[in-house]
């Protein structure tokens, strides 16, 4: 099946710094989105892109989706101690029609050092 | 506004035995899709139910089958139980139109088969 690369998988920083993950896949997507899963809970969509370009944010978070429809990144700034949880990328794929569902990356665990 | 929810929250069976998982789309929401999310990966699409019929399925076998109400809400249900079967189940509703990529997902059931 069709699989996501998403790096870093885990990341340990200091409150306060900037955060950068990305998502890469040799398949093209029509649809990339982030979304943020704390233990015991389901994921929560954080951004969802359409558009190839496309530049959005939502609070301190910041994702694009590539040109070339294989890639996405997602930035935190600033980062706070309630950030920390696993990160997910996933994506619809081109000619997927909605009807393949998502396909997820791995994640990649923040975690915040006092 | 009601979010997804999904019951039970916990379920513990036995190799062999069937189960039936229950979701509650949010409102408004007329497509629901169901994931397995094994320890440390990310969620794994399983199949996707609109206007009541399944409209996509990912690489699961039969044995896992689901059921979309009028109402919308939805079930998966698990025949022939394997050890492997033991995941986190999330269910995800998304609107119809633009939103249809954009899915939601509820707190998800903890399934252990022993």
């Known amino acids: 099946g069709q699989q996501l690369n998403q790096s870093p998988q885990s990341m340990f920083i200091q409150e306060g710094e900037d955060v950068s993950m990305n998502c890469t896949s040799s398949?093209?997507?029509?649809?990339w989105l982030w979304y943020k899963q704390e233990p015991g809970e389901g994921p929560v969509l954080l951004i969802a892109?359409?558009?190839a370009g496309e530049l959005t944010s939502n609070g301190r978070l910041t994702a694009q989706f590539g040109i070339t429809r294989k890639d996405s990144f997602l930035n935190i700034s600033a980062s706070i101690p309630s950030d920390v949880g696993i990160y997910f990328c996933?994506?619809?794929?081109?000619w997927g029609g909605g009807a393949d569902g998502l396909t997820f990356g791995k994640g990649t665990h923040l975690i915040i050092q006092p | 506004e009601t979010g997804v929810t999904q019951s039970p929250t916990h379920l513990i069976k036995t190799r062999g035995q069937q189960v039936t998982l229950r979701c509650s789309s949010q409102?408004?929401?007329?497509?629901v899709s169901w994931y397995q999310q094994a320890l440390g990966q990310g969620p794994q699409f399983i199949f996707q139910?609109?206007?009541?019929?399944?409209?996509g399925r990912g690489n699961f076998p039969p044995r896992f089958s689901g059921l979309q109400f009028p109402n919308y809400s939805s079930e998966l249900n698990v025949n022939a139980l394997e050890l492997d079967d033991s995941a986190l189940y999330l269910c995800?509703?998304?609107?119809?139109?633009?939103?249809?990529?954009?899915?939601?997902f509820g707190p998800g059931t903890r399934l252990t088969v022993t």
């Open positions: 996933a994506g619809q794929l081109l």
């Open positions: 398949s093209i997507f029509n649809t």
């Open positions: 995800a509703s998304s609107p119809a139109g633009k939103g249809l990529y954009e899915q939601y």
């Open positions: 139910y609109y206007r009541e019929e399944e409209n």
């Open positions: 892109l359409y558009k």
């Open positions: 409102s408004g929401h007329n497509t």
